[in-house]
Antibody, heavy 117, light 112 residues
Framework: QVQLQESGPGLVKPLGTLSLTCAVS?????????WNWVRQPPGKGLEWIGE???????NYNPSLKSRVTISVDKSKNQFSLKLSSVTAADTAVYYC??????????WGQGALVTVSS | QSVMTQPPSVSGAPGQRVTISCTGS?????????VHWYQQLPGTAPKLLIY???NRPSGVPDRFSGSKSGTSASLAITGLQAEDEADYYC????????????FGGGTKLTVL
């Protein structure tokens, strides 16, 4: 049973870079899954940010693509999110999730990131 | 604003049947992409409820079912229970967004 756990700073200054890591346990990051980031602003719906395959191939939400980098560290069995030039609109709970084109079957518990000075 | 539209809220009494619609377009659901459904209980992460339009992961009760036709999909819940009160999201892919995963805006189900 794959388990995912997000970690990273809960507070980021405006115009700074948001950085989160998702640790994968109970399975290898080199399996046939895509490793995703999804966010949810307070009281709002889900927004897909992007995904990465263990080969390093990535897909990003076009609306965020210029500010997003997702990377994978196979040696640590984890993947990471960097979102640059953040504003208050980027305040959200950030989830890591994994799955295939058959949906995202595994989710982390989520990490609240607040953008504020 | 999502490219797939869901009603903001639906409600039903215990034991009743409710449906939640997910209306897309020719670049997502109508293009033949699969639709998945997620249930998000208050204060928790989303959970995959239906995948590949009609399939239930192991452990999901058969009270939940999905369907797809044309540019729309639906989630049906029969024998409504208090524990079903949650937010529900559809998810597909959109060719006009470079094949990105896209979520519907979400529907709040209230059990009366």
């Amino acid at each position: 049973q794959v388990q995912l756990q997000e970690s990273g700073p809960g507070l980021v200054k405006p115009l700074g870079t948001l950085s989160l890591t998702c640790a994968v346990s109970g399975g290898s990051i080199s399996n046939n899954n895509w490793w995703n980031w999804v966010r949810q602003p307070p009281g709002k719906g889900l927004e897909w940010i992007g995904e990465i395959y263990h080969s390093g191939s990535t897909n990003y939400n076009p609306s965020l693509k210029s500010r997003v980098t997702i990377s994978v560290d196979k040696s640590k069995n984890q993947f990471s999110l960097k979102l640059s030039s953040v504003t208050a609109a980027d305040t959200a709970v950030y989830y890591c999730a994994s799955g295939t084109y058959a949906g995202l079957g595994y989710w982390g518990q989520g990490a609240l990131v607040t953008v504020s000075s | 604003q999502s490219v797939m539209t869901q009603p903001p809220s639906v409600s039903g009494a215990p034991g009743q049947r409710v449906t939640i619609s997910c209306t897309g377009s020719s670049s997502n659901i109508g293009a033949g992409y699969d639709v998945h459904w997620y249930q998000q209980l208050p204060g928790t992460a989303p959970k995959l409820l239906i995948y590949g339009n009609t399939n239930r992961p192991s452990g999901v009760p058969d009270r939940f079912s999905g369907s797809k036709s044309g540019t729309s999909a639906s989630l049906a819940i029969t024998g409504l229970q208090a524990e079903d009160e949650a937010d529900y999201y559809c998810q597909s892919y959109d060719s006009s967004l470079s094949g990105s995963r896209v979520f519907g805006g979400g529907t709040k189900l209230t059990v009366l």
